[in-house]
């Protein structure tokens, strides 16, 4: 990473029958300034989502039931961290 320029999202994830929970946290180094950034998150091979929370409040989804992929956009923020739950 040149000099401290840099950005990293971790991306973590665990599931349970009924949830799947997505942790994502950005990491930036010493001389880069944090940069405004949206995610949308694409989550293949799953049954039809009830809903989904970013940090605890509702977030709106769309699912293909053909392809069984949910789609949602996370809101553009700098120096991310946020907990998405999949019920």
Same mark, same amino acid.
């Given at each position: 990473?040149?000099?401290?320029? @840099?950005?990293?999202?971790?991306?973590?994830?665990?599931?349970?029958?009924?949830?799947? +929970? $997505?942790? $994502?946290?950005?990491? #930036?180094?010493?001389?880069?300034?944090?940069?405004?950034? *949206? @995610? #949308?998150?694409?989550?293949?091979?799953? +049954?039809?989502?009830?809903?989904?929370?970013? +940090?605890?409040?509702?977030?709106?989804? #769309?699912?293909? *039931?053909? #392809?069984?992929?949910?789609?949602?956009?996370?809101?553009?923020?700098?120096?991310?961290?946020?907990?998405?739950? $999949?019920?």
């Amino acid at each position: 990473h040149a000099k401290g320029k @840099y950005e990293i999202a971790r991306f973590t994830a665990s599931a349970r029958p009924g949830a799947l +929970d $997505i942790g $994502i946290a950005t990491e #930036t180094g010493s001389a880069f300034g944090p940069a405004v950034r *949206a @995610y #949308t998150l694409h989550v293949h091979g799953i +049954d039809k989502p009830k809903g989904m929370l970013l +940090d605890g409040q509702p977030l709106a989804c #769309t699912w293909d *039931a053909k #392809t069984r992929v949910a789609k949602a956009a996370l809101p553009a923020r700098a120096r991310l961290q946020a907990a998405l739950r $999949i019920e």
